[in-house]
């Protein structure tokens, strides 16, 4: 099932310079922390100057899409999946 | 003047290599979210029942759902079947990346539509690597640099319909090529259907000549294809098939526009004026942003009960400003005869140009105009679209989404240019 949300959530970021490669580590949501097991795609879109970059990952579970605001380094849950239809 | 009407098979090498993202839509949406890989997954213009599937999955092709199926019908067909909303962004991203690793290659490329590139690497140093060398290259970049989830269909031809057609020969994950030494064999194990601009109408006028294959096609005589076409498309066919070049032209954009299929059955000038408003200025910020004004305006209306009525109008002023091609479109829903619920309505305008001076008129200040309009533009662009809007557009808030077209390239210089401009 697929859900629409938007919630402040904490997230820790990872740069590794020798692949230069950026990734989240985990996100905490609800009380929980949900190791990122997958990064499936990045990518970045701007709302006016604001630039912001989404991160679609995956835990063991569930999917999650990550936004980032550049403007503000904030971060929001926007969308949580299991991969079932709704 | 006189064409060359007794050409064989033309005898360049192949430089011409077709791209074709499998399934692009659903294939990027599995990437991203790697719960759904080797689920039929679809992509809909909206996710309710009645919604357009746009792009369904491998997998989903699979058990028969096809583009232009409704939601409910794909379900039908295959009741786990996850349902997805566009991500427009999401899309011109990965195009974008595509771009970035093909001007590897050659700068001699052109997107045919946000999933498909074709690329002529005459002249450049990497065609000395070989046609299919430099395809299985990319293919290997696109899963490295991209994702690994995304596949290709690559056709390696001497001109772009064939290798259009090579890249359509093996789905998804192909790489063929069409060349003077194998062409015959492959045009024996296609039907004429299977070409890219032959469909039932086209093969009936062609069966109607006694051509009913695509190597009968191939060796018709061109005077038989002009009467089968009875126009120069005929010609056209004739060069396509012998690997000649005929579809290398761009065609310049002619119009700007926006359409929004209602949710809810509306039907009086008053409901439908706040719709029209926010069309106009997504679309007027789009046009503008490009360089362009226009001198006419066209409103089309599609009703539920399947009907549709549509008027255009050129005007006389050069119109840049949303303001006035609003008043343009109002007139014109004015004038629409009809009062029944619509389904969907697109505005648009034509006869652009893209003049700076303009002529000065005698009551309007047209260049205050100029600059409230420039500003407008401009508190948009830097904080987001809509931020300043005309009154009429409350309430509007959630209609007119961002949208992507798959089938035409027009709107990717727009986000090309902005995301370059952006950084």
């Not at chain 2, 503008?288 to 549509?310: E, F, I, P, T």
Request: hydrophobic residues 40%.
């Amino acid at each position: 099932m697929i859900e629409k949300i938007s919630v402040p959530v904490s997230v820790s970021l990872a740069f590794d310079h020798t692949k230069r490669r950026v990734f989240p580590k985990w996100v905490v949501w609800d009380g929980k922390t949900y190791p990122i097991e997958k990064v499936g795609l990045h990518h970045t879109y701007r709302e006016g100057r604001t630039l912001y970059h989404v991160f679609s990952v995956a835990s063991k579970a569930l999917f999650f899409r990550l936004v980032l605001n550049t403007e503000t380094l904030h971060w929001r849950l926007e969308e949580v999946s299991d991969g079932l239809p709704n | 003047m006189d064409y060359p009407t007794e050409l064989g098979f033309n005898e360049k090498p192949s430089t011409v290599m077709h791209l074709d993202l499998n399934s692009c839509f659903a294939t990027i949406e599995q990437q991203a979210n790697p719960h759904l890989r080797g689920k039929p997954v679809a992509v809909a213009a909206y996710t309710t029942g009645s919604g357009c599937i746009i792009a369904p999955s491998i997998e989903a092709k699979r058990y028969g759902i096809k583009v232009g199926m409704r939601v409910k019908d794909g379900k039908l067909i295959y009741p786990g079947l996850i349902v997805l909303a566009p991500d427009p962004w999401k899309y011109r991203n990965v195009h974008l990346a595509l771009r970035r690793i093909i001007s590897d290659y050659t700068d001699n490329f052109v997107p045919k539509s946000i999933d498909e590139f074709v690329l002529n690497l005459e002249g450049y140093p990497s065609f000395d690597k070989g046609m299919l060398e430099v395809a299985r290259e990319i293919k290997e970049r696109i899963k490295k640099e991209i994702g690994e989830w995304l596949t290709v269909s690559v056709g390696v031809a001497p001109n772009r319909f064939l290798a259009k057609t090579a890249a359509g020969l093996h789905k998804p994950d192909g790489l063929d090529e069409i060349n003077k030494g194998n062409f015959r064999q492959i045009y024996s194990g296609l039907t004429l259907t299977d070409l890219c601009g032959i469909k039932i109408r086209n093969a009936a006028r062609l069966n109607n000549l006694g051509i009913y294959s695509v190597l009968d096609f191939y060796k018709a005589p061109y005077f038989r294809l002009k009467t089968a076409f009875e126009s120069i498309l005929g010609y056209y066919w004739y060069l396509r098939l012998r690997g000649w070049e005929i579809d290398d032209v761009l065609f310049a954009r002619k119009s700007y526009g926006n359409s929004f299929a209602l949710p809810k059955p509306l039907i009086s000038i008053e409901e439908l004026s706040p719709i029209l408003s926010k069309l106009v200025n997504k679309m007027g910020g789009r046009f503008r942003h490009a360089g362009y004004k226009a001198q006419g305006v066209h409103l089309s209306l599609a009703y539920r009960d399947g009907g549709y009525w549509h008027k255009g109008m050129t005007t006389a002023k050069v119109l840049f400003d949303s303001r006035d091609i609003y008043k343009v479109a109002l007139r014109l829903l004015t004038r629409c005869p009809y009062r029944k619920a619509v389904r969907e309505l697109a505005v648009s305008v034509f006869n652009l140009t893209s003049e700076t001076s303009l002529q000065l008129e005698f009551f309007d200040d047209l260049e205050k105009k100029k600059r409230i309009v420039g500003a407008i533009d401009d508190l948009n662009e830097r904080w987001g679209d809509f931020v300043i809007t005309p009154a009429r557009m409350i309430n509007t808030k959630e209609v007119v989404m961002d949208r992507i077209a798959f089938g035409g390239v027009k709107e990717l210089e727009e986000f090309t240019t902005s995301l370059s401009e952006g950084g």
